[in-house]
């Protein structure tokens, strides 16, 4: 067992996979595209459903994003979170947490075009959908739409900052 940044505790064991599910879409405020991440946990982990909460919510507290809080801004903040884009590829770093994930090229555009990607961390398992399978937008939607979803989850913007060559 270790310790996050605020003490709360972190068990590896209780917090499974986190999947990551990157798209891109229409943004409320200006109509135009934008980058969307979503970070989710399978809720395979060893204990039960609440020690898996508990874990994934020790990984968002230590890396300085709170659960149905407002939006954090990565640029401004002292957030220990990075979003790394090389090409199709995207690194998404947290304390005591590293995904990698493959994203379309619609995707990359908006990354760049706004300079940002809105990362949506929640701390609820998608039961219904698993890395590498297809989701159709209903699907997404149906989720990441829902009350308990957005209650149960931590918001940020984060620079798109690319791997220099």
Same mark, same amino acid.
């Given at each position: 067992?270790?310790?996050?940044q605020t003490?709360v505790p972190l =068990?590896?064991? #209780? @917090? /499974?996979?986190?999947? !990551?599910l990157?798209?891109a879409g229409?943004h409320? $405020?200006?109509?135009?595209d934008?980058?969307? @991440?979503l970070?989710y946990? +399978?809720?395979d982990?060893a204990?039960? &459903?609440?020690?898996? $909460?508990?874990? !994934?919510?020790?990984?968002?507290?230590?890396?300085g994003?709170?659960? /149905?809080g407002?939006i &954090? =801004?990565?640029?401004?903040?002292?957030?220990?979170v990075t979003?790394m884009?090389d090409? &199709? =590829?995207?690194v998404?770093?947290l304390p #005591?947490?590293n995904v990698?994930?493959?994203?379309?090229?619609q995707?990359t555009?908006?990354?760049? %075009?706004?300079?940002?990607? #809105?990362?949506?961390?929640?701390?609820?398992?998608?039961?219904?959908h698993?890395?590498g399978?297809? !989701?159709?937008e $209903?699907? +997404?939607?149906?989720?990441v739409?829902?009350?308990d979803?957005i209650?149960?989850?931590a #918001?940020?913007? +984060?620079?798109a900052a690319?791997?220099? %060559?």
């Amino acid at each position: 067992m270790t310790s996050t940044q605020t003490g709360v505790p972190l =068990n590896r064991a #209780h @917090l /499974g996979t986190i999947a !990551v599910l990157p798209w891109a879409g229409e943004h409320a $405020d200006d109509g135009h595209d934008a980058a969307f @991440l979503l970070a989710y946990p +399978l809720g395979d982990g060893a204990g039960t &459903a609440e020690e898996g $909460d508990a874990a !994934v919510r020790a990984v968002l507290a230590g890396s300085g994003l709170s659960v /149905g809080g407002p939006i &954090a =801004n990565g640029a401004l903040s002292t957030v220990p979170v990075t979003l790394m884009v090389d090409g &199709a =590829n995207v690194v998404l770093t947290l304390p #005591h947490l590293n995904v990698t994930c493959t994203v379309p090229p619609q995707w990359t555009a908006a990354a760049e %075009k706004r300079g940002q990607v #809105h990362l949506m961390f929640t701390t609820r398992p998608w039961p219904d959908h698993r890395p590498g399978l297809p !989701v159709t937008e $209903d699907q +997404l939607q149906a989720f990441v739409g829902d009350e308990d979803t957005i209650r149960t989850a931590a #918001h940020c913007r +984060l620079p798109a900052a690319r791997l220099r %060559k």
